[in-house]
């Protein structure tokens, strides 16, 4: 069994506690909170200890989650990592590049698990997609790629921005799909709530592969909207992460094969395959749980987990480690950057090692 202790008694901590104490091969041994209402309701319901300070619970346990605020995930992490502590923490893994490069530099140092909670990796939509549309984008096809997420305001993550709250969600699986380096960051933004950060974001991605990634996030939006679409030479996908749906638009095979190139095909001609050209020779398919059973409803956060536990026993890498997680914060970091500044900026940065990222 795997010792396992809760850092942060919020929201997300309650979720992972949850987790954990159903989980066959967890003992969930207690929670860290400097709230003592907060660590006591949680300590109560899972039959739990209760600290106030990370460094009581250190000595105790195999492995962390921290869920508290962003703005403590570094101190919160380095004695975890530093005393030998398997550590998943909740996105974003850091508010700045620096604190998560150190982070990352203990983990290895350590020789532990660390995993970042980019739980939309675990999301059945896409990994469907992933797996089965976009190996053409996978081995370097260039792409555009439009990712849009929006919801209204929870009063949550107030010490950071959408970029490091919301859309550091999309960049993470953007950066995971394209195997090339970032090249410029083009951004804008704006302050709604007169906060220190920004609540909407519009950012503009350029790849070495030629690959053009949008990414737009509102938390001040008057509905809620998790989608990607990603579009190819050969096909668009289109990944609804809320709804769990599919959907793939593509030209037959006769298109791909150049019967229709314009150039050769006489003007008479072409005013009869006209009307109904797209839809004869451009497909719809339309993938839901109803049809593809990967898309059934699942827990990401179980799976999330289950991924942390079972990297811990088997001494594989997570999913979403803090290298891969690393390479978002860099492009987080340099659009929030681009929107202060109000100006494209060109990331050539020595902060990463490239980010050609695999999965």
């Known amino acids: 069994m795997i010792k396992l202790g809760i850092i942060g008694a919020g929201r997300l901590g309650s979720f992972h506690a949850d987790k954990a104490a159903t989980h066959k091969t967890v003992e969930l041994i207690g929670v860290v909170d400097p709230s003592e209402q907060a660590r006591k309701k949680l300590a109560e319901k899972y039959h739990i200890r209760e600290f106030a300070d990370v460094k009581e619970i250190i000595p105790l346990v195999d492995a962390v989650v921290i869920a508290s605020p962003t703005l403590y995930h570094y101190e919160l992490g ?64 260039p792409a555009i790629i439009d990712a849009v997420r929006t919801s209204g305001y929870t009063f949550r993550s107030t010490d950071i921005g959408t970029v490091f709250d ?13 195997p090339s380096p970032v090249t410029w ?27 053009i990634a949008r990414f737009y996030s509102s938390r001040t939006a008057s509905n809620t909207v998790r989608e990607m679409k990603i579009t190819s030479m050969s096909c668009s996908v289109t990944i609804d992460f809320g709804a769990r ?59 999330e987990m289950d991924d942390f536990i079972e ?17 978002a914060i860099a492009v987080a970091e340099t659009i929030v950057e681009s929107i202060r500044k109000k100006m494209p900026i060109p990331f ?11 999965t």
């Open 185 to 211: 960051v083009d951004a804008a933004g704006f302050n709604i709530l007169n906060g220190q950060h920004e609540d909407i974001a519009d950012a503009r991605i350029r790849f070495e592969n030629g690959t």
């Open 311 to 327: 990297s811990i026993q088997t001494g594989r890498q997570p999913r979403v480690s803090g290298d891969r997680a690393l390479t």
């Open 166 to 178: 919301m859309m550091i969600h999309d960049l993470d699986l953007v950066l995971s799909l394209i």
């Open 78 to 141: 380095k004695p975890c990592l530093r005393n030998g502590l398997h550590v998943l923490i909740e996105k974003p893994m850091c508010s700045s590049w620096n604190d998560a490069e150190k982070l990352v530099e203990m983990a290895h140092q350590a020789g532990v698990v660390f995993q970042i909670g980019h739980v939309e990796e675990f999301n059945p939509a896409w990994f469907v997609a992933k797996e089965n549309e976009l190996q053409e984008i996978k081995n370097g096809s």
């Open 348 to 358: 050539d940065s020595p902060k990463v090692k490239g980010n050609n990222l695999k």
């Open 245 to 303: 749906i599919v959907k793939k638009y593509h030209p037959d095979q006769s298109v791909l094969q150049g019967l229709f190139n314009p150039e050769h095909i006489l003007p008479e001609m072409s005013a009869k395959i006209a009307p109904d050209f797209m839809k004869e020779h451009f497909l719809t398919n339309e993938m839901t749980s109803d049809t593809v059973p990967a898309l059934s409803a699942v827990d990401a956060l179980a799976k």
